[in-house]
């Protein structure tokens, strides 16, 4: 019976690190995912050891001003987050976490938490620009394309997110399959990879208790869709 909507390795670049690679894709993260059987384990919280570990292996540096406001060094300056103290229903100590470095794509993952979201953004290092992000940001093993997952209050499922290297959004859902009418839950994914052929992959349990597959596709109509998997 399905749900409605209600609710919701190869080495790594440093100890704690932000990013890990597995099957050829690339991984950066600040959280868990919430799916049954994710391989991300690792939580960075504000101003704690693990985020002041990794601040310290920012290529240009990064630091805190205050507690409210985040500086990430990048090539040619800094960037400053900064949260305002005055509105008391932001999170505390601070919505602004930094997450890590990877030099393979050259980007810095920041958490970005707002009432009701836990997302992030990308920061490309040689030019200071932001990318829209994710929590957690999965690169596809060409960098050509990359996931980014969102935490919303009030889902069961996670946000996921589709983009291109440029960040130009191609396609967004959550992190399950769904009835035609896109209202019902028919079965929530519980790991997301991408393959080495650059396909992004879910994996699940059918109603019939089955380990399935499925990977997302576009036809000649443009259109985004998870197709069942017959790869051998």
């Given at each position: 019976?399905?749900?409605?909507?209600?609710?919701?390795?190869?080495?790594?670049?440093?100890?704690?690190?932000?990013?890990?690679?597995?099957?050829?894709?690339?991984?950066?993260?600040c959280?868990?995912?919430l799916?049954?059987?994710s391989?991300?384990a690792?939580?960075?919280?504000?101003?704690?050891?693990?985020?002041?570990?990794?601040?310290?292996?920012?290529?240009?540096?990064?630091?805190?001003?205050?507690?409210?406001?985040l500086?990430?060094?990048?090539a040619?300056?800094?960037?400053?987050?900064g949260?305002n103290?005055?509105?008391?229903?932001?999170?505390?100590?601070?919505?602004?976490?930094?997450?890590g470095y990877?030099?393979?794509?050259?980007?810095?993952?920041?958490?970005?938490?707002?009432?009701?979201?836990k997302?992030?953004?990308?920061?490309?290092?040689s030019?200071?620009?932001?990318?829209?992000?994710?929590?957690?940001?999965?690169?596809?093993?060409?960098?050509?394309?990359?996931?980014?997952?969102?935490?919303?209050?009030g889902?069961?499922?996670?946000a996921?997110?589709?983009?291109?290297?440029?960040?130009v959004?191609?396609?967004?859902?959550?992190?399950?399959?769904?009835?035609?009418?896109?209202?019902?839950?028919?079965?929530?994914?519980d790991?997301i990879?991408?393959?080495?052929?650059?396909?992004?992959?879910?994996?699940?349990?059918?109603?019939?208790?089955?380990?399935a597959?499925?990977?997302?596709?576009?036809g000649?109509?443009a259109?985004?869709?998870?197709?069942?998997?017959?790869?051998?």
């Amino acid at each position: 019976m399905g749900r409605t909507i209600l609710r919701s390795t190869l080495p790594l670049l440093f100890l704690f690190a932000a990013s890990v690679q597995c099957r050829g894709q690339l991984t950066l993260q600040c959280d868990r995912l919430l799916m049954a059987h994710s391989d991300l384990a690792i939580t960075v919280e504000s101003r704690s050891p693990t985020e002041f570990y990794r601040m310290q292996h920012s290529p240009h540096g990064a630091g805190r001003t205050t507690k409210y406001v985040l500086w990430v060094g990048w090539a040619g300056n800094r960037r400053a987050f900064g949260d305002n103290p005055r509105h008391n229903e932001l999170p505390e100590p601070g919505k602004w976490t930094y997450c890590g470095y990877s030099a393979t794509v050259n980007v810095h993952l920041i958490k970005k938490e707002i009432p009701g979201l836990k997302t992030g953004v990308l920061m490309d290092d040689s030019s200071g620009s932001l990318l829209p992000g994710g929590h957690v940001v999965m690169f596809s093993p060409d960098r050509q394309s990359y996931v980014a997952f969102d935490q919303e209050d009030g889902q069961d499922l996670e946000a996921i997110k589709l983009y291109n290297r440029s960040g130009v959004l191609l396609w967004k859902s959550y992190c399950g399959l769904f009835s035609q009418d896109g209202q019902t839950v028919e079965a929530a994914f519980d790991k997301i990879r991408w393959d080495d052929s650059d396909r992004l992959i879910a994996e699940y349990e059918s109603p019939q208790g089955a380990e399935a597959v499925v990977y997302l596709n576009t036809g000649s109509d443009a259109v985004w869709r998870w197709l069942p998997d017959t790869r051998k």
